[in-house]
């Protein structure tokens, strides 16, 4: 079972310790310094060293860290036992301290290694990010995709001197789509979750935020119709990380996986504003109703026990306006009417789409 509860008391840690941080809503693992499998469901006893379930760090533009703190990845099962405490100030050496929660013990005197020079004057980036192994150790991604936990979340923002002189050439070309979807010229940054198939972002660019198997179309993440005009198929709603197999994700059409689904989607990007909407990551699973104890209005809504799948969108920002959808028939579609999309939203869109 996810938490979202985890994300974001997660994000209240932060808050004090590092005010400034914000996050576009995508959870990268690599910024956890964890692999895409590091999470899968089929090996929930193996952790990675290294590999960080919380993590805030303070890098440059070539990626060099000057002080960060994690907690460490654990077993499925287990609770956060340790984590580690690092500073870098550029010149060659890397300062690590371990501590350990369970003992109630932190390491004297520091490991030292050797590490490569930073440059500030390639930008400054702030990062944050937590995903659901903190809730027991939870492993909860699939070994057919192994791109990462499909629950977390996080905030970041960077100052990023080669972005400013981009958005310069952009703005002298009158790319009016170019500014609308990266309307920030130097800084930009923003938050983001995603839990139990519900995701929020706020963001100030767009951003890639998620990848399927194809490439050759596109959608914005509250907008579920593809830029070929289909609408999403969304995988069978008990299809996830954890219950991959065509037990769970086969449907009327024939016996299919959990990769299957990923390979029918392309790049689902998040844009500048704010947006709700159903988690596209197959891997992720419907039920946030019930984790925050909204039992009675699922049943209302759906009739069946179920939450809403998809959940209802909303997007308002530079890119437009998106409101509704769901499966056919759901009261949250809005079909019909000359704004209508394929998947039963109202769509408003500007030059950036």
Not at 9 to 25: M, R
Request: hydrophobic share 35%; proline share 7%; aromatic share 8%.
């Amino acid at each position: 079972m996810r938490h979202l509860v985890i994300v974001f008391l997660a994000v209240a840690v932060l808050a004090g310790h590092a005010a400034f941080a914000v996050s576009d809503g995508q959870y990268l693992p690599a910024n956890q310094n964890c692999r895409g499998n590091a999470d899968n469901s089929d090996a929930g006893s193996r952790t990675e060293a290294g590999c960080h379930n919380m993590i805030v760090f303070v890098a440059d533009g070539t990626g060099h860290q000057y002080a960060g703190w994690g907690l460490d990845q654990t077993p499925d099962g287990t609770v956060v036992q340790s984590g580690e405490v690092w500073l870098d100030p550029g010149a060659g050496s890397r300062y690590t301290w371990n501590f350990d929660l369970t003992a109630g013990s932190v390491d004297q005197m520091p490991t030292v290694t050797a590490s490569r020079p930073g440059d500030l004057t390639t930008g400054l980036h702030v990062y944050f990010g937590a995903d659901d192994n903190l809730d027991s150790g939870e492993h909860d991604s699939s070994n057919q995709v192994s791109n990462g936990p499909s629950d977390g979340g996080g905030m970041q923002v960077n100052i990023d001197p080669a972005a400013a002189s981009a958005w310069i050439a952009t703005l002298q070309a009158a790319d009016e789509a170019g500014l609308l979807s990266t309307p920030a010229p130097f800084a930009n940054g923003g938050f983001g979750a995603c839990a139990d198939g519900f995701c929020i972002a706020v963001t100030t660019q767009r951003r890639v935020a998620f990848q399927g198997g194809r490439t050759d179309i596109y959608r914005d993440v509250a907008n579920y119709e593809w830029s070929e005009g289909t609408p999403m198929q969304w995988d069978p709603y008990n299809c996830a990380g954890p219950t991959d197999s065509p037990l769970y994700c086969s449907d009327a059409s024939g016996s299919h996986n959990l990769k299957y689904w990923y390979n029918l989607s392309g790049t689902v990007y998040t844009e500048p504003g704010i947006q709700i909407y159903e988690d596209p990551d197959p891997q992720g699973s419907p039920g946030v109703l019930s984790l925050v104890g909204l039992d009675q209005v699922k049943q209302a809504l759906t009739g069946n026990g179920n939450d809403p799948y998809p959940l209802p969108a909303l997007y308002l920002g530079t890119c437009g306006l998106v409101f509704g959808g769901g499966a056919p028939g759901d009261p949250t579609r809005v079909d019909g009417t000359p704004l209508s999309n394929s998947a039963g939203q109202i769509v408003v869109k500007t030059a950036c789409n």
